[in-house]
């Protein structure tokens, strides 16, 4: 090989490299934003991680919904929430009763 064909193949190597960093990669995949009336259970979406790498409290950025304001500022942080592992999905359930998880488990399943 060339030493110019050389310098070729080392960039391409090292772009390779950099596209294939494991990495976490969350996306909201399901929600429910109640109905009008009556609701079966309290507003609630499912982030999955679709990456190859968890997602980590304390070390990742931390996650936050916002259900009315529509301003960054005034977003609620996700509390209770160790990590989502790749493939994993997780439901936020927003409410502040605790009650309601049982209410969401009877209506939408375990």
């Given at each position: 090989?060339?030493?110019?064909?050389?310098?070729?193949?080392?960039?391409?190597?090292?772009?390779?490299?950099?596209?294939?960093?494991?990495?976490?990669?969350?996306?909201?995949?399901?929600?429910?934003?109640?109905?009008?009336?009556?609701?079966?259970t309290s507003?609630w979406?499912?982030?999955?991680?679709?990456?190859?790498?968890?997602?980590?409290?304390?070390?990742?950025?931390?996650?936050?919904?916002?259900?009315?304001?529509a301003?960054?500022?005034?977003?609620?942080?996700?509390?209770?929430?160790?990590?989502?592992?790749?493939?994993?999905?997780?439901?936020?359930?927003?409410?502040?009763?605790?009650?309601?998880?049982?209410?969401?488990?009877?209506?939408?399943?375990?």
């Amino acid at each position: 090989m060339t030493k110019g064909g050389s310098y070729l193949l080392v960039l391409l190597l090292l772009a390779c490299s950099h596209n294939l960093q494991a990495q976490a990669n969350l996306q909201i995949t399901e929600l429910f934003p109640g109905q009008s009336g009556e609701d079966l259970t309290s507003d609630w979406f499912e982030i999955t991680n679709t990456g190859d790498q968890a997602w980590v409290a304390g070390v990742d950025p931390d996650l936050y919904y916002d259900d009315e304001s529509a301003s960054a500022a005034d977003a609620d942080l996700i509390i209770g929430l160790t990590d989502i592992q790749p493939g994993e999905y997780i439901i936020v359930l927003i409410t502040g009763d605790v009650n309601d998880i049982e209410v969401f488990k009877s209506v939408w399943g375990p």
